[in-house]
């Protein structure tokens, strides 16, 4: 018995795994905080704003600390409300216009709950998230109620996200500022993916 614990072999990898299990159990009796990110720094709830504010020349006006978003959140001339008005912040920010223009353009739906549907945007401005309230409803509960919007500028279609958790992805690229969208660009949203498809 004396000789079995005196075996370096048997006796460091044991107290290795038993240090590693009770690192373990006191990481998640101690509780973790989800609002901390990689570096454990909490995330500001302001900061979310700051950086929608950066981006488009506006304050973000939803209540940030109530997540998952609901229908019954939403703020009148807040950031989702699709009847807003938004001629102040291009005056602001003007968006670089360069790119192809085109009189008619529609989304098709490739990946996503129905596969093939076709979606004419022939508004000025079409909102896209969960919401019933949108003009482009995807019926998928990762998104926020409006995630994104298109806009229609002088016939140059932009893409707009919406300050939204999962965020907008074109061509596999993050959307950090209003994208101007081209034929066949792949728009991610969520669990769809939308080809844009400009004539």
Known sequence: ?????????IVLPTGV?????????????RGYKLESNFFGKSIDPTNES?????????KIMRPISSLPYSDANL????????????????EKNPIDLAGEAYKKSVLI????????????????????????AN????????LNPFHAKIKNIKDKFILFDLVSDKGV???GKKVLKPKILTDFDEIRIGKSTLIFRGK
């Not at 003009?135 to 998928?140: A, F, H, K, T, Y």
Request: no cysteine; glycine share 4%; charged share 20%.
């Open 135 to 142: 003009d482009l409803v995807l019926w998928d509960n990762s």
């Open 50 to 58: 700051s950086i929608y504010e950066k981006m488009y020349g506006d």
């Open 169 to 171: 992805y074109v061509n």
């Open 75 to 90: 703020q009148p001339n807040s950031i989702e409300n699709p009847q807003r008005d938004f001629s102040e912040i291009e």
């Open 17 to 29: 795994f038993i240090l590693f299990v009770n690192f373990a159990i006191l990481y998640f009796l």
């Open 109 to 132: 739906q490739k990946e996503g709950p129905n596969p093939g549907r076709q979606y004419a945007i022939h508004l000025k401005e079409t909102s896209i998230g969960r919401s019933e």
């Open 1 to 9: 018995m004396v000789h079995f614990l005196s075996d370096p072999w």
